[in-house]
């Protein structure tokens, strides 16, 4: 019995990724022709029409939809496969697909891409950034071999390894009353104008969550897309907010006219961690990575 190729699922997937063969051929850097022969030896070994062809481009049939699926787990394994068979000769050797969120990425990675690269040279790191949800569905799809996310993080088919605590510090207009009171506790937030960044950021879930606050400041029509955007919003009088640690020391606040204030005992924050896949042939290095992470920021 004659089978698919590997390559020729790899030329199925890409055209049903991009909707056009031409843009499926760039994508796999072969000719077009050569693609169009790859599919339609694959339609001929199974013996049914799995695209539609078209005027303006290629879409798929409904076999086509269901040997796709099929076709991108088949790929996703031989992905595992050569994987395994690379951490079992030497651990973090060759492309390691890391991701993170954005409320940790432009703080956490300057400082721990040197150590991960001196620890080990064969690694071709890839990164990624993005929120945490997209994170996890890449986890999920084998797109992600690991994702730095703040936790706690419930999530199905994922599991997670504390690395750090990050705690949250008050950021404020200059001369604001917070500044002057003699403690400083989460519940003096609830009558004040929090400033949160927009539906998606898991540092928004965890600041609501955390400092508990009124229904009315959870859902504030005033957002921000960005801790840089944030702390401007404070120092142009906008209202008050909460910044992680990390961001505050890897210089978010630099060159802006606000105020810093830590929280008194109970500390507020997040625990930052890493993610990977269940039964992912890649979870030994994903704790490996999280370890050079943890000890980096030690460090």
Not at 81 to 101: E, H, K, T
Request: proline share 6%; with cysteine; hydrophobic share 45%.
């Amino acid at each position: 019995m004659h089978l698919p190729t590997l390559r020729q699922l790899e030329f199925l997937c890409a055209v049903a990724d991009h909707g056009s063969f031409s843009r499926a051929a760039d994508a796999c850097n072969v000719t077009q022709p050569t693609l169009s022969s790859a599919i339609k030896e694959i339609e001929s070994l199974l013996g049914v029409q799995l695209i539609e062809r078209e005027a303006r481009g290629a879409s798929l049939t409904h076999p086509g939809v269901a040997t796709v699926d099929r076709a991108r787990r088949i790929l996703a394994d031989s992905a595992d496969l050569v994987s395994a068979a690379r951490q079992a000769g030497a651990p973090l050797a060759g492309p390691f697909r890391l991701g993170a969120i954005p409320t940790i990425a432009p703080f956490l990675l300057p400082k721990t891409l040197a150590a991960i690269r001196d620890a080990h040279p064969d690694l071709k790191l890839y990164l990624r950034e993005d929120q945490t949800d997209r994170l996890l569905d890449s986890l999920r799809a084998r797109q992600l071999d690991a994702a730095l996310i703040a936790l706690p993080w419930e999530a199905v088919g994922i599991e997670t390894q504390d690395l750090f605590d990050d705690e949250f510090l008050l950021v404020v207009p200059p001369d604001h009353d917070l500044m002057r009171k003699p403690k400083l506790v989460s519940q003096d937030l609830g009558d004040e104008d929090v400033l949160l960044l927009e539906d998606g950021h898991c540092l928004r879930d965890h600041a609501v969550s955390v400092c508990r606050l009124p229904d009315r400041r959870a859902g504030a029509d005033v957002t921000a897309t960005s801790l840089p955007t944030l702390v401007h919003m404070v120092a142009g009088g906008l209202g008050i907010s909460l910044l992680p640690r990390i961001a505050v020391d890897g210089g978010v606040t630099a060159g802006t006219d606000v105020e810093l204030r830590a929280f008194d005992r109970p500390l507020i924050g997040r625990q930052i961690g890493i993610a990977w896949r269940s039964r992912s042939p890649r979870a030994a290095e994903a704790q490996l990575v999280g370890q050079i992470v943890r000890e980096a920021m030690q460090s």
